[in-house]
């Protein structure tokens, strides 16, 4: 039983959106998630998928696409990505009880791993189209949804954590942020994030050990379309 982590599988069974448009790595790239997920990770497996999904604008644009992410093996558990318009902040509950143990969506809650508790929220960073009053709106709201998502793990006993975000932790250029203050603040052993495509942007990634926290991206296209193992 291992933890395993990969984000922006950008899914479109029904949608549009042929992903090799962004460049010839993403070719037939549904292909090579499936076929390294099924050699990678079993039953007793958990993998955290960490945003961007689906291309579905609404639940019935995207359900064929969990329904490809719930029929991979292992448990599945879902944190919310910028592009996941199926999704909103309201419906969290409803989608936990129509998967129902089949797919987990993470936000405002938590998940138990062991001993360990995965929390998480989208997060938000600086990418240049913001203004600074909505950048910091949007990152007010989401430090206090990773907040109550800690909250409710130590209200619960745990102590060991791991903090998963769809958005890298700090904006380029910046060496600490709320969410990485966040994460020293809680002890949480890793934090881990996807979002970022392309050579460019994996090489401005905050990655490494910082302060004892080791950051980890897991876009698909930086893993090569491979989950990456996290535990043990």
Not at 18 to 43: A, L, R, Y
Not at 50 to 59: E, K, Q, V
Not at 162 to 171: A, C, G, R, V
């Amino acid at each position: 039983m291992s933890l395993y982590a990969i984000g922006d599988l950008h899914l479109s069974f029904t949608a549009n959106k042929p992903m090799d448009i962004f460049g010839k790595e993403w070719k037939d790239h549904v292909k090579k998630i499936e076929k390294n997920w099924n050699k990678m990770i079993s039953s007793g497996d958990t993998v955290v998928l960490a945003g961007d999904h689906s291309w579905g604008r609404n639940l019935k644009e995207a359900e064929a696409d969990l329904e490809f992410i719930a029929s991979l093996p292992g448990r599945k558990i879902l944190l919310r990505g910028n592009h996941d318009m199926f999704w909103d902040a309201g419906r969290t509950k409803r989608l936990n009880e129509k998967y129902n143990g089949r797919l987990f969506f993470l936000q405002n809650n938590f998940y138990s791993y062991g001993n360990t508790a995965l929390v998480g929220t989208k997060g938000y960073c600086y990418e240049g189209k913001d203004s600074s009053e909505h950048f910091e709106k949007l990152v007010k709201r989401e430090l206090e949804r990773l907040r109550l998502s800690y909250e409710l793990a130590v209200a619960a006993g745990y102590t060991s954590f791991i903090q998963f975000l769809h958005y890298p932790p700090t904006s380029i250029g910046e060496e600490e942020s709320g969410f990485t203050r966040m994460a020293l603040e809680y002890g949480a052993d890793q934090v881990i994030y996807a979002h970022c495509h392309g050579k460019d942007r994996f090489q401005d990634s905050f990655l490494g050990n910082v302060d004892g926290v080791n950051y980890r991206l897991v876009s698909s296209d930086y893993l090569k379309f491979k989950p990456e193992r996290i535990l043990p």
